[in-house]
């Protein structure tokens, strides 16, 4: 089975504070994506990641970079976390399209 | 732009009594149409996948079809344990990407 794992499934941050967000798959696949996901406004794409150290833009990138130095290991990066990125993040692994992803349990974060 | 659209966003059924949801979609060029359900609180997991016009899926309750505009998932005789918020997404063929392009939801509760 694949198994995709996020570090947290619930955060708390201040205002201001770097976020890191970590998410691990176990199924050597080369493309990893990050979602947030809000009430009303469905799944929304914020970064993704065909290979090691390549990363492109999702819908949503603003206030967020990401970082991919392993195959398995993707990271959402917050530099100075703000109220309007309180939600429900979701990473994804897949492999090369057309192929399923598959997601991780998420990581609801709030921040204060 | 590519969009997808899901109605209802919220269906109440008997505990037997079977519907149909719907997802439609616009595309430049369908690579593939996945469905998934979503429990509250946790990450989308994977249910079908259709590539073409014409095919059907199925698993235990669930028939996933696909036409050239639009899906559906039909529920036959549901349980309460099939409640959940379901998603439908596209994957275009354009320009190779890998994303996927997902609809809001339709969330689905069977009353026993």
């Known amino acids: 089975d694949v198994k995709v794992t996020q570090s947290s499934r619930y955060l708390v941050k201040r205002t201001g504070e770097k976020v890191f967000l970590e998410c691990v798959q176990d199924?050597?696949?080369?493309?990893m994506f990050w979602y947030r996901q809000d009430p009303g406004l469905g799944l929304r794409l914020i970064y993704f990641?065909?290979?090691?150290?390549?990363?492109e833009k999702g819908d949503i990138p603003e206030g967020y970079s990401v970082s991919r130095e392993k195959k398995e290991r993707f990271s959402l990066i917050l530099e100075s976390a703000s109220t309007n990125q309180t939600s429900m993040y979701l990473c994804?692994?897949?492999?090369?399209?057309?192929?399923?992803?598959?997601f991780g349990a998420g990581t609801r974060l709030s921040v204060l | 732009e590519d969009q997808v659209t899901q109605s209802p966003e919220a269906l109440r059924l008997q505990e037997g009594e079977s519907s149909s949801l719907n997802c439609s979609y616009t595309?430049?060029?369908?690579?593939?149409l996945f469905w998934y359900r979503q429990d509250p609180g946790k990450g989308p997991e994977f249910l079908f996948t259709?590539?073409?016009a014409g095919e059907e899926k199925e698993k235990e309750r669930l028939k996933a079809t696909l036409t050239k505009k639009e899906s559906f998932l039909h529920i036959t005789a549901p349980k309460p344990e099939d409640s959940a918020t379901y998603l439908c997404?596209?994957?275009?063929?354009?320009?190779?990407?890998?994303?996927?392009?997902f609809g809001k939801g339709t969330k689905l509760t069977v009353n026993p």
């Open positions: 990641s065909y290979d090691v150290k390549m990363k």
């Open positions: 199924m050597d696949h080369e493309n």
């Open positions: 994804a692994s897949s492999l090369r399209a057309p192929n399923i992803q598959y």
């Open positions: 595309v430049s060029g369908l690579r593939g």
């Open positions: 259709l590539y073409s």
């Open positions: 997404a596209v994957q275009a063929a354009q320009g190779g990407s890998e994303k996927l392009v």
